[in-house]
């Protein structure tokens, strides 16, 4: 790993996680929160708000009459979804950057909301501790691409360039190129952001096998979001099969529950639009 990489240093001048993703994230996780006190700390933040009554008047709710009432909003949303619309406006708004030809921004933010919103899923199946944690290693996994986007967009471009010429995962094709990874500039950014170990270690370890169960489950669920072709995060290997398979029995997770979680992960996935959009 290249410790002394100026991209590192960089990283250290990147915004931290806004504070009040942090605040809101830590109240839902409270036992004694109460949804008045959540709705005070989304009412503070205006494009939160809006996101919140976007999703809420949305197709998916079908509210008769529509809602335009933040505090009403959120009780038809419950506390998962306004948990998973707080972290992902606040993590993606941290990047003012817009993407480039070889990599676009809307596909990414498709990609890493779904392998955080089946990450969640799989873990309440499995009945794994935290599943807001698997939210968030989940949608932050790859980071580390939109940090090689905001300080060293000609190299991105040569890795998806070399990945899609020669049918690469993203991460062989950095490994050709050599320099930091998208794996270790994510992880450093998760440090700066004082994220907690657990996540920090899912993002260490979504490319390589360790085990630890949680790392495991987001190395399946991205695995199984490129095998399905949600969004795109240059990732070119048509031969990944193998490997999902294999991650999905490290995980523990029966071909049965996984077709009842396929079903569920569907419909729930029908919100990613209101919730992605704006950026
Ligand atoms: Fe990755
Ligand atoms: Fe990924």
Known sequence: MSTHSPWIEKIQSLPVLPQIAMRVTERMQSPTATLG?????IKSDVGLSA????????SYYSIPGGVSD????LQYLGFTTIAQIVLTSSVFGS???????EFSLAPFWLHSFAV?????????????ESPSDAFIGGLIHDVGKLILLEIAPEHLSRIVRLAREKKLSFLAAEKELGDSTHVELGLELARHWKLPPGIQNAIAHHHSV???RACTLIQWANLRVNFRNLGNSGNFDPTIEAAMNETQTRLGLSTGALEALEIHFQKE??????????H
């Open 37 to 41: 006190e959540i709705s005070d700390l």
């Open 51 to 58: 996101k919140v009554l976007r999703l809420a008047n949305s």
């Open 70 to 73: 933040v505090s009403k909003a």
């Open 95 to 101: 990047f003012k950057t817009q993407g480039i030809r």
């Open 116 to 128: 955080g919103q089946l990450a969640e899923m799989t873990a309440r199946t499995l009945q794994m």
């Open 210 to 212: 360790k085990n630890d």
């Open 269 to 278: 996935f029908e919100k990613a639009g209101a919730i992605l959009s704006g």
